[in-house]
């Protein structure tokens, strides 16, 4: 799933192509404030950047303020100061303190779940090549698709059955039953290895199985993972 | 150059500090000029730093004043709209990162329950540990799946051609338009278990008509 080239030399002239053009604008740009930031909060520098887009939009940061800094450059004053001023900064100073801090939180956990989906990626492949179920749909033969389905038609049975027996319990807590409703069991499934069976599939005999109230997803409000 | 993390706050060792200072003006001045050549766009960087009574500039003197002139040109409107300073960019940065994160953690929840339902599927795992929200999510993945896969079934069915076995029912019956269509996709990309040669098959199927389709149609199956 590899998206972007990777590291490439750059020649340092005008892009020839105007839509690479537009996103080097707009990555190195971003880049740009990013590492303008990181030297504000690192060493304490007071920076101001403007940049023209192709577009002849402008794009500006600054720290603590762009028009302050303008101000200060062009009237080569020293910054007032002033107790009202110091603590006005001060107070933006612990606000940009807290952001960072904030940010590093979330860029940390962006890397977690980057690492676990690498580690589900990789036990996926390795799972693939011992099963041939869980190899895309695309690749797979008639027969295997009509097995596959039947397999997961069951286990979709059992998944009812287990989510309907839960929802017993925890309305059955408060109330407690006067007679049983369901087998205090599960049936042991027995697998069957008929001639269209391939080696490793399950399938549950439906006849073992008693599913009563059907298990209705909307309740939930739920539509999946979203 | 060694990839240490470095912590995103003020740096208290002063050596430190301002040697990092040094290297990171520098890049920074690099990249600002790398990015006016490369997009040819105007631009400059005005720094400020304890280090110095007189702000580092980018490209110079002059080239500054220019741009800020142009700047300045500008209708107060179009200067402020893509203004930040470090608290805007900041919550900017963590909101873009949020979204990152958030979409990155449903597609592993997804991975997740992908591997259970084959876990489950072959018995490796039973149900009973699972609760209510894995169970809701695992059947809405099944669900996927099996819709996936009937899809799969009938694209494969739709040409109805003959079965191997089938050798009795060489005569097709008349087609649809659309089920015509969907032979003809048939034909352009044959299955492999089909195993005959296109070549042979571009006369149409539903056409009853020349007796001599019937005849190619047993060659190419039954050779």
């Known amino acids: ?226 | 150059m060694t990839r240490k993390k470095v912590k995103l706050a003020y740096i208290a060792n002063d050596s430190a500090r301002k040697a990092t200072y040094k290297k990171r003006k520098r890049g920074l001045m690099k990249k600002v000029s790398e990015l006016s050549t490369l997009c040819g766009i105007e631009a400059c960087a005005i720094i400020f730093s304890p280090y110095d009574s007189q702000p580092e500039l980018w490209p110079s003197p002059i080239g500054v004043q220019r741009v800020l002139s142009q700047f300045k040109k500008m209708p107060e409107m179009e200067q402020s709209k893509k203004m930040v300073n470090q608290e805007t960019f900041l919550r900017q940065r963590i909101a873009k990162a949020n979204e990152q994160l958030k979409k990155m953690r449903k597609d592993n929840r997804e991975k997740e329950i992908t591997r259970l339902m084959f876990q489950s599927l072959t018995a490796a795992k039973g149900l009973h540990g699972l609760n209510m929200l894995d169970l809701n999510d695992l059947g809405w993945l099944i669900d996927q799946n099996l819709k996936d896969i009937t899809i799969r079934i009938d694209s494969l069915k739709k040409p109805s051609l003959p079965q191997p076995q089938a050798q009795a029912q060489a005569q097709a019956p008349p087609t649809t338009q659309p089920q015509t269509a969907a032979w003809l996709m048939e034909l352009v990309s044959p299955q492999d278990q089909m195993g005959f040669v296109g070549d042979d098959m571009l006369l149409p199927f539903g056409d009853q008509t020349y007796n001599h389709n019937n005849a190619m149609w047993s060659n190419a199956f039954f050779p």
């Open chain 1, 1 to 226: 799933m590899r998206k972007s080239r990777g590291r490439q030399k750059v020649e340092m002239v005008k892009m020839p192509n105007e839509s690479n053009l537009q996103v080097t604008f707009s990555k190195r740009r971003s880049g740009l404030f990013k590492k303008a930031s990181e030297l504000c909060t690192l060493c304490g520098a007071e920076i101001a950047i403007i940049v023209f887009s192709p577009g002849k939009k402008v794009f500006s940061f600054g720290h603590p303020c762009v028009e302050a800094l303008i101000e200060r450059f062009v009237t080569r004053n020293p910054p007032p100061s002033s107790g009202t001023l110091q603590l006005i900064e001060a107070h933006r100073n612990a606000n940009v303190r807290e952001l960072n801090a904030q940010l590093t939180q979330v860029l940390n956990q962006l890397e977690m779940e980057r690492k676990r989906g690498e580690e589900l990626n990789k036990l996926r492949k390795a799972s693939q090549a011992q099963c041939w179920w869980e190899l895309p749909i695309e690749e797979m033969e008639m027969h295997q698709l009509e097995q596959l389905k039947a397999s997961l038609d069951e286990l979709k049975k059992n998944v009812t059955q287990q989510a309907d027996r839960i929802l017993i319990q925890t309305s059955s807590n408060a109330n407690p039953p006067t007679q049983l409703i369901f087998p205090t069991q599960i049936p042991t499934p027995t697998t069957t290895n008929g001639p269209n069976q391939q080696p490793g599939l399950f399938v549950v005999d439906p006849k073992n199985i008693i599913s009563h109230l059907p298990f209705n997803y909307g309740s939930y409000g739920s539509r999946g993972f979203f």
